[in-house]
């Protein structure tokens, strides 16, 4: 029955991107890149709402009020499954632009909206990465805030977190800007990174914390704060509440 929920899942995910990406298209050619800020409004809070209803997967989050609709943030959270994205998206009250691997551009129609809404990075070149660097600096200076998984990939290792990649934090303090830790439990859960074919109805529980200031810090404190993330991921991933509201 997973197996043919995922299958379930993954076409109700192209079928809507199917249906928006017509409109996209043409506000992109009309407006340009004042199309790009009400675009990703409604790819995180209309697009991603509709595909997860439609998953039968529900958000539950915490600590919401901890967060500054009007302050731009390095997003950063663990990553379990394909659903992250889309958690992350309904999740947080602010836009945000994420770090993307190249792979996903190459996905049909969807790869379009990642080439013109996200931070696209080739991880095996380094010029690429220096770039996307840059590109997320820009991002910043936009107003967005950026979404970096620092573990790189999926997990899918018995242990809860794997080994962080520094960018993010390098980004964070470089730019001076806070860090807002989300960690995400139980999507693994619902999409083994494990299995291929993998989906199931469900609860995923979103933990924000408060914000870590970066102001002052040097990229000699990038240890530090790495180990401060990690410490806040672990705390949430061993612990289970469902006394907070659906969203």
Known sequence: MRKLWFIFGATFFFLTVAVFFPFYLLIFLVLGKRAVRPLIWCSHKVVSRIVLGLMLIRLRVHGRELVDNQQNYILVANHQAMLD???????SPFLFKFLAKKELTKLPLFGYIVRWFCVVVDRKNAASRKESFENMKAALAENFSVFIAPEGTRNQMDEPLQKFYDGAFR?????????????LVNPGKLNNPRKKLDLSPGVVDCYFDKPIETVGMGLEDVPKVEEQVRQLMLKHLTLTDSNVRVR
């Not at 994205?85 to 999740?91: D, T």
């Not at 980004?171 to 960690?183: F, H, M, R």
């Open 85 to 91: 994205i889309l958690c992350c998206a309904i999740a």
């Open 171 to 183: 980004l964070a303090i470089e730019t001076q800007k806070p860090l807002l830790v989300l960690t």
